[in-house]
C-alpha cells in the first residue's frame, strides 16, 4: 500500500518533470505533430500529461502516504538501527535481477503497511556495505567520496523528518490529511524512497550489469538530483559525472538499446530514422 502509492506519485512527477526540460531544450520544436523527428515528442508529452490522473491522482496517491508517515516512524523509533533477515530477504526478491519472482498472493494485499518500510529501515546497512566497497578499493576515488556522503546526508533528512512528523500531535484522519506541511513531508519521503531504491538496485546488481553500472556514477547523480529538490545549496557535481554517463548514453544509442541501466535491445531502426533524430 505504500510502495504502491509512492510509486504512482514519484515515477509519473520525475517524468512529467522531465519531459517540461526537454520540450526547453528543442524550444519550438517540441510543439510540432509531423516532421521534425516524427512529431513523437509531441505525442509523448500529451500522452504522458493524464498518466498521474489514473489509478489515484497525485494527491490522492500522497494522502494514503501521509496516513502511513507517523507509524512508519513510530515503528522505526521502537525498532532501532536494528535490520532483520527477513527484510534482507524481501529487498533481495524485489532488487535482485537474478531472483524469481514469488508467485502472486492477493490475500496479501493491505491497506497499510503497518508501519514497515524496508527501504527506509535498510539505509543504515547499505551505508555499512558502500563504506566496505570503499575500504576494499572497488570504487574510483569520486565515487568513493561522493557516494558515502550523500547517503549520509540522504540519512540525516530522512532523520530530521521522522523528528518533525513524531513531534505533530495528530495522528490520523482528516486533521492530519488537510495539512499543507504533510503534503510536503509525503512528497520528501518519495524523494527517500526513490533514492533508496537506486542504492539497493545497484547493490544487489553490481555483479551482473556491467562495469557502467558497477561504477556507480549513475547512483551518484541520482541521489545528487533527489536530494537537490530537498537542498537546493547542495554543491554542484563535478563535471566529470554527467560525461561520462553521456558517454553511456551515446553507446546505448548507437547500439541500439533502451536509455536503461537494464540492457534491453530495441526493434531495428532504419538508418533514415536514426538520421532523422540526429
Known amino acids: 500500500s505504500l510502495w504502491s502509492a509512492v510509486t504512482k506519485y514519484l515515477v509519473p512527477v520525475r517524468i512529467e518533470q522531465q519531459m517540461s526540460e526537454l520540450a526547453v531544450v528543442l524550444g519550438a520544436r517540441h510543439y510540432l505533430r509531423e516532421g ?3 512529431g513523437i515528442f509531441q505525442k509523448l508529452l500529451r500522452d504522458n500529461a493524464i498518466a498521474s490522473l489514473f489509478d489515484g491522482s ?26 532483520s533477515e527477513e527484510a534482507r530477504v524481501r529487498l533481495a526478491s524485489v532488487f535482485d535481477l537474478r531472483a524469481t519472482l514469488p508467485d502472486f498472493d492477493a490475500s496479501l ?11 527506509l529501515e535498510s539505509l543504515p546497512s547499505a551505508l555499512s556495505q558502500v563504506r566496505q566497497l570503499v575500504e576494499q578499493g572497488e570504487l574510483e576515488q569520486e565515487v568513493a567520496e561522493d557516494l558515502p556522503r550523500l547517503l549520509q546526508l540522504l540519512m540525516g533528512e530522512v532523520s530530521g523528518q521522522r523528528a518533525r512528523v513524531l513531534a505533530r500531535g495528530e495522528g490520523y484522519g482528516n486533521a492530519l490529511q488537510q495539512r499543507p506541511e504533510m503534503f510536503a513531508e509525503a512528497k520528501k519521503h518519495c524523494a527517500f524512497h526513490g533514492a533508496g531504491a537506486c542504492v539497493q538496485m545497484w547493490l544487489h546488481n553490481r555483479e551482473q550489469l556491467g562495469e557502467f553500472f558497477a561504477g556507480g556514477r549513475w547512483l551518484v547523480l541520482a541521489l545528487h538530483r533527489l536530494l537537490q529538490a530537498l537542498r537546493p545549496d547542495l554543491a554542484m557535481l563535478p563535471h566529470s559525472y554527467f560525461e561520462k554517463c553521456a558517454q553511456e548514453i551515446l553507446r546505448l544509442y548507437e547500439a541500439n538499446q533502451m536509455f536503461s541501466l537494464v540492457p534491453f535491445r530495441l526493434a531495428g531502426t532504419s538508418e533514415t530514422g536514426k538520421a532523422a533524430f540526429q
Open 36 to 38: 521534425h523527428c516524427f
Open 58 to 83: 497525485t494527491v490522492v496517491n500522497l494522502s494514503v502516504i501521509i496516513q502511513q508517515l507517523r507509524q512508519l516512524y513510530a515503528y522505526s523509533r521502537k525498532r532501532g538501527a536494528s535490520f
Open 109 to 119: 494485499l493491505e491497506l497499510s503497511n503497518r508501519g514497515q518500510d524496508d527501504l
